[in-house]
């Protein structure tokens, strides 16, 4: 997966279902309940284009992000004893998006 | 949008924020008393787990693993302490744990904590009803160790 130019379009779509899903579980706590919102089923259909958006996002605070992200590139790179902990788990998938350049470093 | 809004049964005089938002630690993690994991069936749970058990019976089983056993209701009783369980469908929604003095207390999400009269409060389209309460024998405030959980 290398970086490439996002298209305006796919970035403006990509920011209307980010904020949706965002206003829409905020106050949720299942995250298959989180993870089956809509808008979140669409950012995953947009494929590993989104992929770097997605880190972007995780760069600037730690979220819900992680099945689309496991979902979409069939990695985990959460280690086992971060599992649950947001900010460490936010922290591993920023790295793997370096180490794979899809992140400035 | 606040939290008047997310729940309609929620009033400015049933309820009091407890807490600042963050996402650090979910509502069935603020029932066990952890505060540093968000709870999720598959990623850190107190038994054995796969990211599908999401149901309201996986709920069930991983608070008997903390020592609850099912109960009628949410009346409160002495020496006791009782937990909600919301659910919508087939999944569970949210937990809320009973305070010391009968009212409730839940973390909403990665939004705040709240302290809230009734379980009702927070009865919404989003976290369905209470369809079950489990009691355990009241024991002191302690954080779960880390092999208790996995």
């Not at chain 1, 899903?21 to 947009?46: C, D, E, P």
């Not at chain 2, 099912?70 to 744990?97: Q, V, W």
Request: aromatic share 10%.
């Amino acid at each position: 997966m290398a970086t490439t130019a996002i298209s305006q379009p796919v970035h403006e779509r990509f920011q209307k279902l980010r904020d949706n899903w965002k206003a829409k579980t905020r106050h949720l706590s299942n995250v298959g309940q989180i993870s089956l919102a809509f808008s979140y089923q669409n950012i995953i259909g947009m494929g590993p284009e989104v992929v770097p958006l997605i880190l972007a996002e995780l760069e600037k605070e730690p979220d819900h992000w992680f099945w689309a992200l496991e979902a979409i590139t069939g990695e985990n790179p959460v280690n086992e004893n971060d599992a649950g902990d947001m900010e460490a788990s936010a922290k591993a998938w920023v790295k793997w998006g370096r180490q794979n350049g899809l992140l400035a470093k | 949008m606040n939290l008047l809004d997310l729940f309609p049964n929620l009033t400015a005089f049933n309820h009091e924020i407890t807490s600042e938002k963050t996402i650090k630690y979910n509502c069935i993690a603020w029932v066990a008393r952890s505060t540093d994991r968000w709870w999720q069936p598959g990623i850190h749970w107190p038994i054995m787990s796969s990211r599908e058990d999401i149901g309201i019976g996986d709920l069930v089983l991983a608070f008997r693993s903390l020592g609850y056993d099912e109960c009628p209701d949410g009346s409160f009783e002495e020496g006791f302490e009782k937990l909600a369980i919301y659910g919508s469908g087939f999944m569970y929604t949210h937990a809320a744990r009973q305070l010391p003095d009968g009212r409730w207390t839940s973390k909403l999400g990665q939004l705040e904590d709240i302290t809230h009269s009734t379980t009702e409060a927070l009865e919404c389209s989003d976290y369905g009803k209470v369809v079950q309460f489990m009691k355990r024998p009241f024991r002191p405030e302690r954080q779960p160790q880390a092999s208790e959980v996995g």
